[in-house]
């Protein structure tokens, strides 16, 4: 049954890397912009996992299944880490009756829209200038625009978790790159496996630093 079901998985990553790049593009746009524009926490999480698995269908002729693998049990696992670290600062609060801590240092939604709306208009400039003639557009413009919004990400970070996401965005554009020459399969996995540990330390600084939050808040309120 599984066999089978990742075999049906990658062929259909395989049609849409072949025939549907348009519409790949701008799935990752659109993702790009949720992960800046969104305040929760949770939901930015779900943004970043669907612009990894758009630049994973994007990159699919080229790294192919057994690279696409390692990256696909590599995300698998930063979601698990992502969704037991939520998983359990929720339970505490409620086990806890404790201030949600989460809160603190989130920007607006309008302010987020406005970084979301700036990464697109630099990710344009940029193309439309010198970076669009070097490389083919299905390149050129996810590094571009992974890169912009990998930077945003980390500028407006809150919180280690929300700095977590813009490292590997970061790290995203700089594999579409990689892809371009030949990828060796060691390389590939020390970086999937660099992955994981770029989320386990920022779910567990994420984790201190709500901790941290909510022992202020409950002291302030006492």
């Known amino acids: 049954m599984l066999p089978t079901l990742l075999r049906e998985l990658f062929q259909q990553l395989e049609f849409y890397s072949s025939h549907r790049a348009p519409q790949l593009l701008t799935g990752l746009a659109i993702c790009g912009f949720l992960l800046i524009l969104l305040p929760d926490d949770r939901l930015a999480i779900l943004a970043f996992l669907a612009q990894r698995l758009v630049a994973l269908a994007l990159l699919w002729s080229a790294i192919q299944v057994p690279l696409g693998t390692t990256s696909i049990i590599a995300s698998t696992a930063v979601a698990v880490i992502y969704a037991v670290t939520e998983l359990r600062l929720f339970l505490a609060a409620r086990r806890k009756a404790l201030p949600d801590g989460r809160g603190a240092g989130r920007i607006s939604l309008p302010f987020g829209a406005l970084a979301a709306a700036l990464g697109l208009l630099v990710t344009y400039g940029a193309l439309q200038t010198w970076v669009g003639d070097l490389l083919p557009m299905v390149v050129a413009f996810p590094a571009i625009l992974l890169t912009v919004n990998g930077f945003l990400v980390l500028l407006l970070a809150s919180n280690a978790g929300r700095t977590g996401l813009g490292i590997l965005t970061l790290v995203d554009a ?29 779910s567990h600084l994420h ?10 808040t409950g002291e302030g309120a006492t």
């Not at 990828?183 to 540990?197: E, H, K, R, T």
């Not at 984790?207 to 202020?216: K, T, W, Y």
């Open 207 to 216: 984790s201190a630093q709500v901790a941290s939050l909510r022992a202020e």
């Open 174 to 202: 700089c594999r579409v790159l990689y892809a371009l020459w030949q990828p060796n399969l060691l390389v590939w996995g020390l970086w999937s496996a660099c992955d994981v540990l770029v989320a386990v330390s920022a």
